[in-house]
């Protein structure tokens, strides 16, 4: 889920509220319309899908060095002169009892997302929780078997990795490493196969224990700067908005693939991609940003 100042700017103070209990869903506007001062996508020049970059066989996702003490580093966007490159991110969210809700049938994931993704050619990251893929996992043995996407961890079941932290429940100091590999060990047991050793703060919240903490299980830790707002939205146009006013070369955008709690994803990611491939922008996966560091 999206908690950062950014966020709380983004979302209403209840929203963001409700935000760290829960999961989080997608949506967006397909209108075409476009804002004040921008291109049309349907005027504009097509822009031809680029095939994202896929490292050679065997040759490991690229991590940024560990900082002062064996820290986990942190990554929050690309170069801004590398080029126009922009990496969308969905969490796939489930928390430790949600499992009973989907029994009931609540959805957490969005395979029309995925669906839509796949038709317009985007390479994506996920980042996944370990109670996502136990939930769903025929799900998330196709999107990481799938070349265009990777698969990143966003813990094991949501919980926060420092306090406060939009009321979650939290994970213990001692215990944060084990939260990380059980989520990787939950992927395993899946199947998953294009997993990455990179890892988002449920919440995004973090300070320089927990960095510490995690820093033996060599992930680099993603999060954004751009705020999509699709967390618990009504309405697709703001979502696109939100992401097409703020996006800058090498942003890495924070998104939902939850339907239960952003219901609205989809729909937004039918006007952003065209709108911001007719401004020139290629879509590309997180390693691909920090590989081109």
Same mark, same amino acid.
């Given at each position: 889920m999206?908690?950062s ?8 103070p209840?929203a963001?509220?409700?935000l $760290?209990?829960?999961?989080?869903? +997608?949506?967006?506007d397909? #209108?075409g319309?476009a804002?004040?001062?921008k291109?049309s996508?349907? #005027?504009a020049?097509?822009v031809k899908?680029t095939a994202?970059?896929?490292?050679a066989?065997?040759s490991p996702?690229?991590?940024l060095?560990?900082g ?5 580093? !942190?990554? #929050? ?6 080029? &126009?490159?922009? %990496?969308?991110?969905?969490?796939? /969210?489930m928390?430790?009892?949600q /499992?009973k809700?989907?029994? =009931?049938g609540e959805?957490?994931?969005?395979p029309?997302l995925?669906?839509?993704?796949? =038709?317009l050619?985007?390479p %994506?990251?996920v980042?996944?929780t ?8 025929d799900q998330?043995? *196709?999107?990481?078997?799938?070349p265009l996407f990777?698969v990143?961890?966003?813990s094991?079941a949501?919980h926060?990795f420092s306090?406060? +932290?939009? &009321?979650?429940? %939290?994970?213990?100091?001692k215990?944060a490493?084990?939260?990380v @590999?059980?989520?990787?060990d939950a ?6 196969k294009?997993t990455?050793?990179y890892?988002r703060f449920p919440?995004? +919240?973090?300070n320089?224990? !927990?960095?510490r903490a995690i820093?033996?299980t060599k992930?680099t830790?993603?999060?954004?700067d751009?705020? *999509?707002?699709d967390?618990f939205? &009504? =309405?697709p146009?703001?979502v696109? @908005?939100a992401?097409?006013s703020?996006? &800058?070369?090498? #942003?890495v955008?924070v998104?939902h $693939?939850?339907?239960s709690?952003?219901? !609205?994803t989809e729909e937004?990611i039918r006007?952003?991609?065209p @709108?911001l491939?007719a401004r020139?922008?290629?879509f590309? =996966?997180v *390693?691909?940003l920090?590989?081109g560091?």
């Amino acid at each position: 889920m999206i908690h950062s100042p950014r966020a709380r700017r983004a979302l209403a103070p209840a929203a963001a509220a409700l935000l $760290c209990g829960t999961l989080a869903a +997608c949506g967006a506007d397909d #209108s075409g319309a476009a804002g004040p001062g921008k291109p049309s996508a349907a #005027s504009a020049p097509a822009v031809k899908p680029t095939a994202p970059a896929t490292p050679a066989a065997g040759s490991p996702a690229p991590t940024l060095p560990p900082g002062p003490g064996g820290a986990a580093p !942190v990554f #929050s966007h690309g170069k801004r002169d590398g080029g &126009k490159r922009v %990496a969308l991110t969905f969490d796939a /969210d489930m928390t430790a009892d949600q /499992d009973k809700r989907a029994a =009931r049938g609540e959805r957490f994931d969005n395979p029309r997302l995925i669906a839509t993704l796949r =038709r317009l050619k985007v390479p %994506a990251t996920v980042f996944m929780t370990g109670k996502w893929a136990e939930q769903y996992p025929d799900q998330a043995r *196709s999107i990481g078997g799938d070349p265009l996407f990777e698969v990143a961890n966003h813990s094991y079941a949501h919980h926060a990795f420092s306090t406060p +932290c939009y &009321k979650l429940p %939290a994970v213990p100091l001692k215990g944060a490493r084990a939260d990380v @590999e059980r989520a990787f060990d939950a992927f395993r047991r899946a199947g998953i196969k294009n997993t990455v050793p990179y890892f988002r703060f449920p919440g995004g +919240c973090h300070n320089d224990a !927990v960095l510490r903490a995690i820093g033996p299980t060599k992930a680099t830790a993603v999060q954004w700067d751009v705020v *999509s707002g699709d967390a618990f939205a &009504k =309405r697709p146009g703001p979502v696109a @908005e939100a992401v097409l006013s703020q996006v &800058k070369p090498g #942003s890495v955008v924070v998104m939902h $693939c939850t339907r239960s709690a952003a219901p !609205v994803t989809e729909e937004a990611i039918r006007r952003i991609v065209p @709108e911001l491939r007719a401004r020139g922008y290629e879509f590309v =996966r997180v *390693s691909d940003l920090i590989a081109g560091r």
